[in-house]
Nanobody, 122 residues
Framework: QVQLVESGGGLVQAGGSLRLSCAAS????????MGWFRQAPGKEREFVSA????????YYADSVKGRFTISRDNAKNTVYLQMNSLKPEDTAVYYC???????????????WGQGTQVTVSS
């Protein structure tokens, strides 16, 4: 089992920045690739970004490419999502997830956090 706890969400004005963190516990963190997904009210959960177990490979949704950066610190069992130039359409609950294989499909991930709310005001 892997337990995931997100933090760092909040209310920010458009153009601002936030850094989300996801702390993992349980099984060996470096065994897992990590992903970030988000779900806005009335919409399906969508892929945001993912990173391989080593951090050597990253993936981004087109909607966030160039604005968001995913990273991980295996010594701290934590994955981060730096979000810059935030837009109102980035408003959503953000979830981190862990899986042996990473990609954009949510079904690849075995473990999920509870989510953290990000609200971007215009």
């Amino acid at each position: 089992q892997v337990q995931l706890v997100e933090s760092g969400g909040g209310l920010v004005q458009a153009g601002g920045s936030l850094r989300l963190s996801c702390a993992a516990s349980g099984r060996t963190f470096s065994d897992y690739g990590m992903g970030w997904f988000r779900q806005a009210p009335g919409k399906e959960r969508e892929f945001v970004s993912a990173i391989s177990w080593s951090g050597g490979t990253t993936y981004y949704a087109d909607s966030v490419k160039g604005r968001f950066t995913i990273s991980r610190d295996n010594a701290k069992n934590t994955v981060y999502l730096q979000m810059n130039s935030l837009k109102p359409e980035d408003t959503a609950v953000y979830y981190c997830a862990a899986g042996m294989v990473v990609g954009s499909r949510s079904t690849l991930y075995d473990y999920w956090g509870q989510g953290t709310q990000v609200t971007v005001s215009s």
